[in-house]
């Protein structure tokens, strides 16, 4: 099992996002990549969420993306799951979410897009397919 530590994502052109969202990738064997994400995803958070989801898509068979720690899901923030989504499948990839979170649940079942996803009640549920 790989680990990377959980690390802000600002740079020196956008310090503030490190500030409000990090990620923490878990490799889990030749099967599966857990991304973690912590904070909030909206319009300044989205591309870095995208970014860093679309690294990952190659690098295993299942990408599961760990939404607990999430506060707040927006509109651009949704886009990127249903974008990370059309990718893993062109690429004959798995997404898989963990809600987790009342904000998380809350905006996919106000948007209806959570019949769209594979969602898991935790990690391990996530990862026992793998």
Known sequence: MS???????????????????????????????????HGEIDT??????TER???????????VVDLTRVTFLGSAGLAALVEAKEATEKAGHRLRLVCGSHAVARALEATNL??????????????DSV
């Open 53 to 63: 989801l679309s690294t990952q898509i190659p690098t295993a068979p299942l990408l």
């Open 3 to 37: 680990s990377e530590t959980p690390t802000g994502v600002g740079d020196e052109q956008d310090p503030d996002v490190g500030e409000v969202v990090r990620f923490e990738v878990v490799g889990h064997g030749d099967g599966a990549v857990v991304v973690g994400v």
């Open 44 to 49: 300044m958070t989205a591309p870095v969420l």
């Open 114 to 127: 959570m019949a769209l996803f594979d969602v898991a009640d935790g990690v391990p549920e996530a990862l």
